[in-house]
Structure formats: structure tokens, C-alpha cells
């Protein structure tokens, strides 16, 4: 298989994703400040959408997010299996008319999420960090949610959430840097308590990331292609 990670340049850690992804076959990044760098990926199995500082709505990045829209509507037509994470799911709403805006509820650190059925592997507590929420667009499924809004969607071979699945202890100490650290400030969290508590964090996702990517891989991925929902 052939995997492309869609990441803005400095956030292209996968983290705990790795372990459920190695050894399946090669990885391929693509940035979403070139979308040339999407030149070669007509042969790609899976795209995973990665997390971004930026938010849907910004005209600064118009331009990316059109190139982003054109690429997820190819791909889920063509029956790619697409999984978008936090800005990723943020996209793949956007993509089909779903509304992504500033959200009522700013989520940074471990949150807990709730899922309707009772095995779910999405339930549990997951990192998030997030100022946006976003709907799901007609003919997804909302598959988890929590006080802050949508968490998980669905439809055929694309999924969606807006916590984190691939954070682990670096991934979190490097957005706690620069820009990061004034967002903890702001919200009243210690980089500590936040380390500590992903720390404990973690020896659960450990656990359940893989968990959530098998379900993704078996089930979403290898899913009936589902008409590509219109606008």
C-alpha cells in the first residue's frame, strides 16, 4: 500500500499512528503550503489529513484550502479511503458543505469523547486542540461528539475526528512551544500539568489509537465506496 500524510511542514509527526501504519507499505508526504508536492499521488491507497494552525475560514490561505477541497472530492470519488484528523476533519466537512467556524467551546488538552455505541473505539479520552467546530455534511454520520460539538464523521470510505489519535509525549511538547506556549497561558494551563496529564494520557491512546486504526483500516477503508455527497 501507499500512503500519503497531508501536513503543513512543521506538523507532519505522525506519532502513534506509526505503529498501526508501519509496515504496510510507504509513506509518502505532501505539504499544504505546495500543492505541488501533490503531483505524484494518482497511485495513493490511503490519505491521511493531518492537523493544521490554520483554520478553514482564513483567506490567507484560500488558495490551499481550494487545492485541499479538489483533492478529498477526487479521492472519495475514486473510492480512496481518506482519514482527515482535527483541521483534516475540518476540510473534509468544508469539502462537502459541512460548516467549519470558530467554535462556542475552545478544546486544548485531554477532553473526554462520547460515542453512541457502546464498544466504540472512538469513546474515551483523547488529546484536542482546537478553537473550531465543524457540522456534518449531508449524508455523513455523526459517529461521536462531546460539549464542544461533532467529534467523529463518516460516509463510505471517509472518516474524520477532530481529536488527536497520533499525539504522543513529543508531538504535545512541541506544540506547547513558541505560538503554543501563549495559547496555554491564555487558557490557564501549566506546560507541566499539560505533560503530566499526557503522560497519563497516552498510556491509555497507546492502547486505543491502534485500536481505532484497525477498526479504520477493516472497516471504513476496506467499507463500500459511497457516492460522493453533494454540496
Known amino acids: 500500500m501507499r500512503f ?9 509527526d505522525i506519532g502513534l499512528l ?12 505532501a505539504y499544504r503550503e505546495d500543492p505541488f508536492s501533490w503531483r505524484n ?6 490519505f491521511v489529513h493531518l492537523g493544521s494552525s490554520w483554520s478553514v475560514y482564513w483567506a490567507s490561505v484560500q ?13 472519495i470519488e475514486r473510492g480512496v479511503p481518506v482519514l482527515g484528523i482535527c483541521f483534516g476533519a475540518q476540510m473534509l466537512s468544508h469539502a462537502f458543505g459541512g460548516v467549519v467556524e470558530r467554535g462556542k467551546k475552545t478544546e486544548i488538552g485531554w ?3 462520547v460515542a453512541p455505541e457502546v464498544d466504540s473505539v472512538l469513546a474515551g479520552r483523547w488529546m484536542q486542540w482546537h478553537y473550531d467546530s465543524f457540522t456534518a455534511p449531508r449524508g455523513f454520520d ?12 463518516r460516509r463510505g470510505r471517509s472518516f474524520g475526528v477532530q481529536f488527536h489519535p497520533e499525539a504522543n509525549e513529543p508531538i504535545v511538547s512541541k506544540w506547547m512551544s ?13 506546560p507541566s500539568g499539560l505533560l503530566d496529564e499526557t503522560r497519563r494520557g497516552v498510556e491509555r491512546t497507546s492502547v486505543a489509537t491502534p485500536k481505532l486504526m484497525d477498526w479504520f483500516l477493516e472497516e471504513v477503508a476496506q467499507g463500500p465506496v459511497a457516492p460522493s455527497p453533494g454540496n
Not at 18 to 29: A, I, N, P, Q, V
Open 4 to 12: 500519503c500524510f497531508l501536513s503543513n511542514r512543521a506538523e507532519s
Open 18 to 29: 506509526d505503529e498501526s501504519l508501519s509496515g504496510l507499505g510507504e509513506y509518502l508526504l
Open 41 to 46: 499521488i494518482d497511485n495513493v491507497d490511503l
Open 63 to 75: 488558495t490551499q484550502v481550494d487545492s485541499e477541497v479538489s483533492l478529498m472530492r477526487h479521492s
Open 111 to 113: 477532553h473526554d469523547v
Open 142 to 153: 455523526v459517529l461521536a461528539i462531546n460539549e464542544a460539538g461533532v467529534q467523529a464523521i
Open 178 to 190: 513558541g505560538e503554543g506556549a501563549a495559547e496555554l497561558a491564555a487558557a490557564g494551563i501549566t
